[in-house]
């Protein structure tokens, strides 16, 4: 990870300070800049001033006059505090359009979170209808009308997934609404955490093709399909079931002529659990806790066959 949970603010999305307005009335900092060049009784030809009579300005003139240290010293008070609210204001604005800006990324890109803090990177954790441009892009592919799942029933889900490499990538996922919110905080739990998940795309970018969605090492959720060499719907058709790094955590099989059925193929190296290796999910582990802490059932523990990379919720 190249950066620690709260620390540093987002200062560096400092803008221009001057765009904004202050908030301190007549301690304006331009009110500031007036009177450090003007005489004592030029002070009362400020706006808020004008309309009083003459002995009124004299009056608030020669009061200020009795008193040019303090003044002063309220004055420079003042105008850091303004200075530090534009700041402030001027970061909040500038992390804003940024967040805005990652949200519009397609999924795998890489950003760069140095320096940000919690809130800002909360932001991108988030949860959404599908809309007209998912439904375009899903329907006929993992997505088809049936009497099992209805659209509205789905969400989907936007993330940040620390990669294998160590960059900060962007993520998302279809889930059933009910399990939306725990697969929100499972993956920024995740990600703080700096746990390696390598890709995590909607099954479009495959086709809809599950195999070939595992062979990427791609994590994923809802499609709308039956159980591999079934016609029973498997979880994922309800968006209650994720698989996280298949490559690494396959599915394993050992058949009644005690031959094994690993998939994706590619990961059979990683069917034996006793051996040692990264991305490897099993009991105890970050990834295993999450899951079950939020109500998940892990596919490596079912006893006739092994899903490793399994996680599901039963019930809608
Ligand atoms: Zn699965």
Redesign the pocket.
Known sequence: MRWKKGTGMILSLCLCAAAFGTSCGKHSAKGQEERAGSQPGELAKEPEDAAGGPSEEQGQADGRQDKPAEQGLEDLRCQEETAADQDAQTALAGASSKIAEIKELPSYSIVDMAGWDETSVHALFYAQEISDEIYAKINGCSYRQNEDIALSELRYLRVLHMGMDGETRVGELIVHESVSQDILEIMEALYWAGYPIEKMRLVEYYEGDDVKSMEDNNTSAFNYRAIAGTDKR?N?SYGM?I?INPLYNPYVKVRSDGSVMVSPQSGSRYADRETDFPYKIERGGLCYNLFVEHGFTW?GDWSSVK?Y??FEKSGT
């Open positions: 498997s994922h079931a698989d596919g899903d990379q399994h």
